[in-house]
């Protein structure tokens, strides 16, 4: 899928899907959407994660954005932030960062205590929390692995927002423990190699790439948007 720039350009860090449902931008996270349900015909897909490369290719903004349209679909959803080295989705939803995530995976505070309702229905949010010394230990835990599990029966679908792949190993980590993958790269931003690294060291990882989202890209009138799977 493309992300179209132009007119939205100022709204990058915006819930684009919730708060412009009928924008370009918003019909395109729905096609991605569509294409991760039509990814996963086989299987049922209850989580996934979304990661890119390098820093500053979107991903954050396409994780929440799905969850959006996730959610208006009428899903129960759960938006977790897994990105332990830095944290910002809770800024996107106006919340701090006091508990969350890694308050649960540590045992000084309940799940219950620590998820958020949202503005959006159908979604909830879970922080990331106070950021550890260990975030690919506490991601790679046993209690993560009970905690997803756990979320199942709660949750129609969590979606989770992990770290760049080439920086550190969280997303490889959580890649083996949910369904699904979503990378994020950007046009005329992320190098080939990067990106194809980045593949490589999901796939050893033993998660299943969804599909990649082409993020940024200046179309020309006439064109269309597209969401480029990779298996």
């Known amino acids: 899928?493309?992300?179209?720039?132009?007119?939205?350009?100022?709204?990058?860090?915006?819930?684009?899907?919730?708060?412009?449902?009928k924008s370009?931008?918003?019909e395109q996270y729905r096609n991605v959407r569509?294409?991760?349900?039509?990814?996963?015909?086989?299987t049922d897909i209850r989580s996934f994660v979304v990661t890119s490369s390098s820093p500053a290719e979107g991903k954050t903004t396409t994780t929440a954005n799905l969850a959006v349209v996730f959610a208006q679909q009428g899903k129960k959803v759960l938006l977790v932030?897994?990105?332990?080295?830095?944290?910002?989705?809770?800024?996107?939803?106006?919340?701090?960062?006091v508990f969350g995530l890694t308050s649960v995976?540590?045992?000084?505070?309940?799940?219950?205590?620590?998820?958020?309702?949202?503005d959006v229905?159908?979604?909830?949010?879970?922080?990331?929390?106070?950021?550890?010394?260990?975030?690919?230990?506490?991601?790679?835990?046993?209690?993560?692995?009970?905690?997803?599990?756990?979320?199942?029966?709660?949750?129609?679908?969590?979606?989770?927002?992990?770290?760049?792949?080439?920086?550190?190993?969280?997303?490889?980590?959580?890649?083996?423990?949910?369904?699904?993958?979503?990378?994020?790269v950007r046009s005329g931003q992320t190098e080939k190699e990067a990106a194809v690294k980045a593949k490589g060291l999901l796939q050893n990882a033993k998660g299943k790439l969804l599909g990649v989202v082409l993020n940024a890209k200046v179309l020309k009138d006439g064109e269309y948007y597209y969401y480029g799977s990779q298996q």
């Open 121 to 184: 229905d159908n979604l909830d949010f879970l922080p990331c929390g106070a950021i550890p010394p260990n975030p690919a230990e506490l991601l790679g835990s046993s209690k993560m692995e009970e905690l997803l599990h756990e979320l199942y029966n709660k949750y129609d679908l969590v979606i989770i927002d992990t770290p760049p792949v080439l920086a550190v190993t969280d997303a490889q980590v959580l890649a083996n423990l949910a369904d699904g993958i979503v990378m994020v």
């Open 1 to 21: 899928m493309v992300l179209k720039r132009k007119k939205f350009q100022n709204t990058v860090r915006n819930l684009i899907a919730y708060k412009q449902p």
């Open 24 to 26: 370009p931008v918003s």
């Open 34 to 42: 569509t294409n991760i349900q039509f990814a996963s015909v086989d």
């Open 81 to 97: 932030d897994g990105d332990m080295r830095k944290p910002t989705l809770h800024t996107m939803f106006g919340v701090d960062n």
């Open 105 to 118: 995976l540590s045992k000084q505070n309940t799940f219950e205590k620590c998820v958020r309702k949202t």
